[in-house]
């Protein structure tokens, strides 16, 4: 006898006899879904607290006395939503959301500051050019000083440690030049208000925090949720296994526990636990995490399945080829990590350039203080000629040279329909000069389309629609959405990997293959009009019709391939589908390059070759089986009906229905590309010419603070540039007006 299924092992204990669990949960994508899950939890007694996370798909649940939380798990599942329990394999997590909250709370506090001292500031600036008395700007200055300078010492906390560090490394970071700059800005600003100077610049330095916050909040909430994401992917599993024991009963055991040769039962609607071959029973699974294709695959003795995937309808039992730990989904998510850690070696043009000129500006000023000892000036004159150096050259320009382009190209690829999720991914889209392209659900739409034979009477399309509301096939769920009607015919009979059988009006119907309708021949002529179809076969009595059942590429993706090309791109398309199929779409896009039948390995094989050519390849798929090309390749990006792993792996997410945002994308990163090398390049020659006036005397406080501002407006102006259209060509009406078609001839 099965045992009843135990979850205690991801229960956490809280205080008072309360308790939690995590889920990972399929189907959430938007509030409604969100307010379903919590309506459907609120009737379980004792559940204190059930929290929707619509962005990492999580769902967490407290409770207080005895609550089984398979109870949960079923709950949600009448509802249609399948919940698998998560638990935390580190702490790693917790250290990353504390460290997101602090950097929140840093960024609240500089933006409170801020607000105040720029009202301070305005009084004092219209002041110095009409009537304010000195006691009073004097004033202003110390209320500003009050404000800013807690502010900063708490703000500024994430550069000041960071520079520390490096120093302590005997290294330098961008960290070094911005504390560096802070601090002097502060100091001197103390400095000319304790001597009554007209002049102080507690609001540059706040203002420089504000801004540089900012973009490390949203960097470290974007890492953040690229590894949530990734953490689902342990919770896709079965957490435990129906073991069939050599007496013939079963047994619940941990799927971590089976080993190579042990014989597993696994239900309909349940996923597989460990990798292994069908020797008993048939259905049809879902092998999407394996091939990317949504068609399932019928399921018999000799087919090899694995871990992860779902078998729809019938039982069946699997003779497990590897052990817990060794299934191909642990692999999937080693490659994964893997991938993910290689890229963060990619280091920031804003330190490169940082480590080059901090070091020289810094012995400037030193050497400024000794030359003018040396010339007999006196100790007051020799500082502040120094202090000019260095707050002339304090890296404001060249602290935004990079995350100003970064901005504003970010708001030019959302209004583009593309969200970033990978800080440094606009360095990397700019240079990509070959582009790997999944088939299914990336070129052709994620919907199956339905066509019926010419002169199919309506009312029979409708009736095969309303049979197939009864099919648990994802083909048969395409016809289904054109359904009249929103229940099925009653009594209804579902067959494993054969199809679906009522009796309406006194007549016997049936929707499934064309061998279990006694179609073969209709099914024939429909396939021979369209071979790249899959056929759904219908009979009612003597009435009889077949259906086409496919998915139609992105209404632009031959204008997007033909632009690619015009750019110099290489284009391949790698598919985990039939040859036939992928050969169909690569001619109806005119690309040359294509592979079929590839499994995660064989794709990441490939970048490999591409990457030892001297390729800088652009992957884009959607599946969870591309998530360790999209992690390892130089640049990557998911549509937003990609799986949830895909999206995680992704650098970048387009919406909607067509595939224009990869060439956006493309686009809008090589402008962002020039404007950062014309900012640094201005960050670079605007201190070769501020330097030598500076040490000679030319330049005071004063205007060493204006020249500071100018250089950061000049270089946020210049950023701004990136907010126009890039040279991405619109859709031609002509040619993207309407979706193509795979069986059609490139022309």
């Known amino acids: 006898m099965t045992e009843a299924l135990d979850l205690s092992a991801f229960v956490q204990p809280l205080d008072e006899g309360a308790s939690r669990i995590e889920f990972a949960v399929e189907g959430v994508d938007d509030l409604a879904a969100m307010r379903a899950i919590e309506t459907?939890?609120?009737?379980?007694?004792?559940?204190?607290?059930?929290?929707?996370?619509?962005?990492?798909?999580?769902?967490?649940?407290?409770?207080?006395?005895?609550?089984?939380?398979?109870?949960?798990?079923?709950?949600?599942?009448?509802?249609?939503?399948?919940?698998?329990?998560?638990?935390?394999?580190?702490?790693?997590?917790?250290?990353?959301?504390?460290?997101?909250?602090?950097?929140?709370?840093?960024?609240?506090?500089?933006?409170?500051?801020?607000?105040?001292?720029?009202?301070?500031?305005?009084?004092?600036?219209?002041?110095?050019?009409?009537?304010?008395?000195?006691?009073?700007?004097?004033?202003?200055?110390?209320?500003?000083?009050?404000?800013?300078?807690?502010?900063?010492?708490?703000?500024?906390?994430?550069?000041?440690?960071?520079?520390?560090?490096?120093?302590?490394?005997?290294?330098?970071?961008?960290?070094?030049?911005?504390?560096?700059?802070?601090?002097?800005?502060?100091?001197?600003?103390?400095?000319?208000?304790?001597?009554?100077?007209?002049?102080?610049?507690?609001?540059?330095?706040?203002?420089?925090?504000?801004?540089?916050?900012?973009?490390?909040?949203?960097?470290?909430?974007?890492?953040?949720?690229?590894?949530?994401?990734?953490?689902?992917?342990?919770?896709?599993?079965?957490?435990?296994?129906?073991?069939?024991?050599?007496?013939?009963?079963?047994?619940s055991v941990p799927a971590a526990a089976l080993r190579p040769g042990d014989l597993v039962q696994v239900k309909p609607g349940a996923r597989v636990p460990v990798d292994g071959v069908v020797i008993e029973g048939r259905s049809e699974v879902d092998l999407s995490l394996v091939t990317g294709e949504s068609a399932p695959v019928a399921a018999g003795p000799g087919l090899a399945v694995y871990a992860g995937a779902l078998n729809y309808a019938g039982a069946l039992r699997v003779r497990a080829s590897a052990g817990g730990g060794s299934a191909l989904i642990d692999e999937i998510e080693r490659l994964l990590d893997a991938a993910v850690t290689s890229k963060s070696a990619y280091v920031r043009l804003a330190d490169r350039a940082a480590r080059l000129y901090a070091p020289v500006v810094h012995a400037t000023a030193l050497l400024t203080v000794a030359l003018w000892l040396a010339l007999g000036a006196s100790w007051h004159f020799a500082l502040v000629t120094a202090i000019s150096v260095l707050i002339i050259t304090c890296p404001c320009a060249l602290a935004l040279a990079v995350p100003a382009v970064q901005i504003v190209a970010s708001g030019a690829l959302l209004r583009a329909r593309i969200v970033l999720s990978a800080g440094d991914a606009i360095e990397r889209f700019a240079e990509v000069d070959t582009v790997v392209f999944d088939k299914t659900g990336?070129?052709?739409?994620?919907?199956?389309?339905?066509?019926?034979?010419?002169?199919?009477?309506?009312?029979?399309?409708?009736?095969?629609?309303?049979?197939?509301?009864?099919?648990?096939?994802?083909?048969?769920?395409?016809?289904?959405?054109?359904?009249?009607?929103?229940?099925?015919?009653?009594?209804?009979?579902?067959?494993?990997?054969?199809?679906?059988?009522?009796?309406?009006?006194?007549?016997?119907?049936?929707?499934?293959?064309?061998?279990?309708?006694?179609?073969?021949?209709?099914?024939?002529?429909?396939?021979?009009?369209?071979?790249?179809?899959?056929?759904?076969?219908?009979?009612?009595?003597?009435?009889?019709?077949?259906?086409?059942?496919?998915?139609?590429?992105?209404?632009?993706?031959?204008?997007?391939?033909?632009?690619?090309?015009?750019?110099?791109?290489?284009?391949?398309?790698?598919?985990?589908?039939?040859?036939?199929?992928?050969?169909?779409?690569?001619?109806?896009?005119?690309?040359?390059?294509?592979?079929?039948?590839?499994?995660?390995?064989?794709?990441?094989?490939?970048?490999?070759?591409?990457?030892?050519?001297?390729?800088?390849?652009?992957?884009?798929?959607?599946?969870?089986?591309?998530?360790?090309?999209?992690?390892?390749?130089?640049?990557?990006?998911?549509p937003i009906a990609g799986s949830g792993l895909a999206q995680a792996a992704a650098d970048a997410v387009f919406l909607g229905d067509r595939l224009e945002p990869v060439l956006s994308a493309l686009d809008i990163s090589r402008q962002a590309r020039r404007l950062m090398r014309q900012n640094l390049f201005f960050a670079v020659a605007y201190n070769m010419v501020a330097v030598p006036l500076a040490v000679a005397g030319h330049a005071t406080p004063l205007v060493a603070a204006a020249a500071m501002s100018c250089s950061s407006i000049v270089v946020t102006l210049n950023a701004l540039r990136g907010r126009g259209p890039g040279e991405a060509a619109r859709p031609n009406p002509s040619t993207a007006a309407r979706p193509g078609r795979l069986n059609e001839a490139a022309p």
């Open 40 to 251: 459907a939890l609120e009737g379980l007694a004792g559940v204190s607290r059930a929290r929707v996370n619509v962005t990492q798909k999580r769902l967490l649940v407290e409770w207080a006395g005895a609550l089984d939380p398979a109870l949960i798990a079923g709950r949600l599942a009448q509802r249609g939503f399948r919940a698998y329990p998560f638990a935390r394999r580190t702490r790693e997590e917790d250290v990353e959301a504390a460290q997101e909250r602090w950097l929140l709370r840093c960024l609240a506090v500089a933006a409170f500051a801020a607000m105040n001292i720029m009202l301070l500031s305005v009084s004092v600036w219209a002041g110095n050019v009409s009537d304010i008395t000195p006691e009073a700007r004097d004033l202003f200055h110390w209320i500003s000083a009050l404000i800013v300078l807690p502010a900063c010492a708490f703000a500024g906390q994430p550069f000041f440690r960071s520079a520390l560090a490096a120093l302590r490394k005997r290294q330098l970071n961008m960290d070094v030049p911005i504390s560096l700059g802070v601090l002097l800005a502060l100091a001197m600003s103390v400095a000319e208000t304790a001597l009554h100077s007209r002049h102080a610049y507690f609001d540059s330095a706040i203002m420089l925090l504000v801004f540089l916050l900012a973009g490390r909040y949203l960097d470290q909430t974007m890492r953040r949720r690229t590894r949530s994401y990734a953490a689902n992917l342990s919770a896709i599993r079965a957490p435990t296994a129906e073991r069939v024991e050599p007496d013939g009963g079963l047994r």
């Open 442 to 638: 990336t070129l052709t739409q994620p919907e199956f389309s339905v066509e019926a034979d010419e002169g199919t009477p309506p009312r029979l399309a409708a009736f095969a629609a309303r049979l197939a509301l009864a099919s648990h096939h994802p083909l048969a769920g395409a016809l289904a959405r054109i359904s009249p009607e929103a229940a099925p015919f009653p009594g209804v009979e579902e067959r494993p990997g054969e199809g679906v059988l009522a009796l309406v009006d006194g007549r016997e119907a049936r929707l499934g293959s064309p061998a279990f309708c006694g179609l073969e021949a209709l099914a024939a002529e429909a396939s021979a009009r369209d071979p790249f179809a899959s056929i759904i076969a219908f009979r009612w009595g003597d009435d009889r019709a077949a259906f086409r059942i496919r998915q139609e590429l992105r209404p632009d993706a031959r204008m997007v391939c033909d632009e690619l090309r015009r750019r110099g791109l290489r284009l391949v398309i790698a598919s985990g589908d039939r040859a036939a199929a992928v050969r169909a779409c690569a001619e109806a896009l005119g690309v040359t390059d294509w592979r079929a039948g590839l499994r995660p390995g064989e794709k990441l094989a490939l970048l490999d070759e591409l990457r030892a050519q001297g390729r800088k390849t652009l992957m884009a798929g959607d599946g969870m089986n591309d998530a360790p090309s999209l992690a390892a390749a130089h640049a990557s990006i998911s």
